[in-house]
């Protein structure tokens, strides 16, 4: 009898155990949890917020029980890089609009929209040779914007030059070479320590020679606040007027979204030496707050033209200013 009864239990053990299984494999795991992607669809980082949004802490300002919001809102958006005088402006225009039941996330998001105004395209000729000279400091990512955007240029059917006026730094011209060999396009350069402006010149001539629709001219990094440093980007800038007999069509700075409250000055000098025209925003990842757009934007009257996704060839998209907004505003 004793026998019969463990075998009885040793069986029961058995199918629980085997029931066990069959619940656990069938049981979905995290990666089985995650939506299907599509082969050849690239995902986007242009629109996602970081953690704890801007939404989030301006609901906070306005939380329940707070008499007066305003201080808190303007404290939220100054440590978001928007900059004491936008955020400022941004402030008193809600405030001027704001009644008991509005959604203050809401009227935020339409002053920021407002200060961006329409979203602008590159501005470049299609009878002729267009130009576009890339400046910024150093580190901002000007040499990987160049890369990406003969990337898209070439795709769009467009027959692509770089000059390598980049002179300064050691494997510049390497890696610009690199890029120009991915994309398809035509380097112009000379060897490190030559004159940026000689490269530049010869480059618009080589250009037209080998009837190229656009020419992108890298500089060397350079602190905005190093007077003789942009006094020679000055001099590229006139030798390309001189060369093309007109100046560049587009003159973008990168600029990089973690920078703060520096972006400003950036914009500011170089705008007053070369006439920026655009921006080219790089690093705009998930943490990275990108505020200081609004302030150049807002001060300055310039304009977000490109922004950089990813580190891929493809990586780099026309901004959209309603992208901008829900990625700024949302969480």
């Known amino acids: 009898?004793?026998?019969?009864?463990?075998?009885?239990?040793?069986?029961?053990?058995?199918v629980g155990l085997v029931a066990a299984w069959v619940?656990?494999?069938?049981?979905p795991t995290a990666e089985s949890?995650?939506?299907?992607?599509?082969?050849?669809?690239?995902?986007?980082?242009?629109t996602r917020a970081p953690a704890g949004g801007l939404g989030a802490r301006i609901r906070g300002a306005f939380g329940a029980g707070r008499q007066d919001p305003w201080p808190e809102l303007e404290r939220v958006l100054i440590a978001a890089d928007v900059g004491p005088a936008?955020?400022?402006?941004?402030?008193?225009?809600?405030?001027?609009?704001?009644?008991?039941?509005?959604?203050?996330?809401?009227?935020?998001?339409?002053?920021?929209?407002?200060?961006l105004g329409d979203s602008e395209v590159l501005d470049l000729p299609a009878d002729r040779l267009g130009i576009v000279l890339i400046v910024g400091v150093n580190g901002s990512g000007k040499t990987t914007t160049i890369g990406?955007?003969?990337?898209?240029l070439a795709g769009e059917g467009k027959r692509v030059s770089l000059a390598g006026s980049d002179t300064f730094r050691a494997a510049a011209s390497e890696q610009l070479g690199a890029w120009a060999e991915r994309?398809?396009?035509?380097?112009?350069?000379?060897?490190?320590?030559?004159d940026p402006g000689s490269v530049a010149f010869d480059a618009v001539q080589a250009a037209r020679a080998r009837s190229s629709d656009v020419l992108i001219v890298d500089t060397a990094g350079r602190l905005h606040t190093k007077q003789p440093l942009?006094?020679?980007l000055k001099k590229v800038r006139r030798v390309i007027e001189k060369a093309a007999g007109a100046p560049p069509d587009e003159t973008l700075l990168v600029l990089d979204a973690t920078t703060g409250q520096n972006g400003i000055a950036q914009a500011r000098a170089f705008t007053e030496a070369v006439e920026v025209t655009g921006l080219a925003l790089t690093k705009l990842d998930?943490?990275?707050?990108?505020?200081?757009?609004?302030?150049?934007?807002?001060?300055?009257?310039?304009?977000?033209?490109?922004?950089?996704?990813?580190?891929?060839?493809?990586?780099?998209?026309p901004f959209d200013a309603e992208a901008f907004v829900a990625r700024l505003i949302g969480g």
């Open 230 to 232: 942009m006094e020679e």
């Open 286 to 317: 998930g943490t990275a707050k990108g505020g200081v757009v609004l302030a150049v934007r807002d001060q300055l009257g310039v304009p977000v033209k490109l922004v950089g996704t990813g580190e891929g060839a493809g990586d780099l998209e």
């Open 86 to 115: 936008t955020s400022d402006r941004i402030v008193r225009d809600v405030r001027g609009r704001y009644a008991v039941g509005d959604d203050p996330i809401a009227l935020v998001g339409q002053e920021i929209r407002a200060i």
């Open 148 to 152: 990406k955007l003969a990337s898209r």
């Open 1 to 14: 009898m004793g026998i019969v009864v463990a075998i009885v239990v040793v069986g029961l053990v058995v």
């Open 23 to 27: 619940i656990s494999s069938r049981r």
């Open 183 to 194: 994309s398809g396009a035509h380097l112009v350069s000379q060897e490190r320590g030559a």
């Open 33 to 46: 949890r995650r939506p299907p992607t599509t082969p050849g669809l690239r995902t986007h980082t242009t």
